[in-house]
């Protein structure tokens, strides 16, 4: 029993495939809107309590900052929801081999994008 195994695994080295990559995705972005949910609770108060706290919330909106901060939480909505469409389908046995998997891991990345990209100029 002489095999060279390394001592110190190397994570850097390590190519994670497309479907491991959603994977990890969709745990970051439910931790990120789980971290975000009293801020936004916080914003649909303030939009509903007066017209004095509505227009301070539009002010603080109108930062470029902010925008792009809310775009990330709406990606990480987007892509949440479509992985989660996916595991669903792959739960239910839609998703049958490898190749469907990773062709649904392509989908569920394109459509967060693109959504995200949509809803975004709409929005902005």
């Known amino acids: 029993m002489n095999k060279k195994r390394p001592k110190h695994l190397a ?19 439910g931790l990120m ?23 301070e919330l539009m002010t603080v909106l109108a930062y470029p900052l902010v925008k792009l901060v809310l775009l990330g939480l709406l990606w990480a ?10 595991y669903l ?4 046995h839609l998703v ?15 459509v967060s994008l693109a959504l995200t990209v949509f809803l975004g100029v709409k929005l902005w």
């Open 77 to 86: 909505l987007l892509h949440h929801f479509c992985a989660g469409l996916r």
């Open 33 to 55: 809107l789980f971290i975000a949910l009293p801020v936004l609770l916080l914003m649909l108060q303030y939009s509903l309590n007066s017209i004095a706290t509505y227009t």
């Open 11 to 29: 994570l850097h080295k390590i190519k994670l495939p497309l479907p491991g990559i959603v994977s990890i995705l969709h745990r970051i972005t």
């Open 89 to 92: 389908a792959v739960d239910l």
């Open 96 to 110: 049958r081999n490898l190749a469907q998997a990773r062709n649904s891991s392509k989908v569920v990345m394109l």
